[in-house]
């Protein structure tokens, strides 16, 4: 048995309108919406009585992310929505960018908070975007590497 690719990260929402419009805003496309309910998804999941709205975006490269809105049971909040970076568990999600300060200024623009940005050395230009429900997405621009480098 051999591992493939990661297929897509799953993140669990309250509101799902805002959480895709920040990804749609960030660059991702969305690759469909859809309703799942009944005894197999919950078999699935472990949960009963489960019925909830999943929406797929892609990366250009077709990396997913899947929101899931549950209606039932409700989704459990576990901390403060603006938990810090140092919070146990899964707390970013970094993706490559061209234009750094292009896409944090239409980001910034939308409403999201700039953590925070720094220069690596004089490989990468980083910064740290939260979004909707807490979310924070790295992104990092390799510099040096142009059409023309």
Known sequence: MTLKRMDNVLIVVDDLEATKA????LGLTLEGETTVEGPLVGQLIGLRDVRATLAML????????ELDKFHTP???????????????GIRRIMFAVEDIDGVVSR??????????????ENAYRLAYIRGPEGIIVGLAEQLGQGPDK
């Open 58 to 65: 892609r990366t250009p490269d077709g990396q997913g992310i």
């Open 74 to 88: 409700s989704a459990v909040r576990f901390g403060p929505v603006d938990a810090p970076v140092n919070t146990l």
């Open 22 to 25: 920040f990804f749609i805003e």
């Open 107 to 120: 980001m910034r623009a939308h409403g999201d908070e700039l953590i925070g940005e720094m220069q690596y």
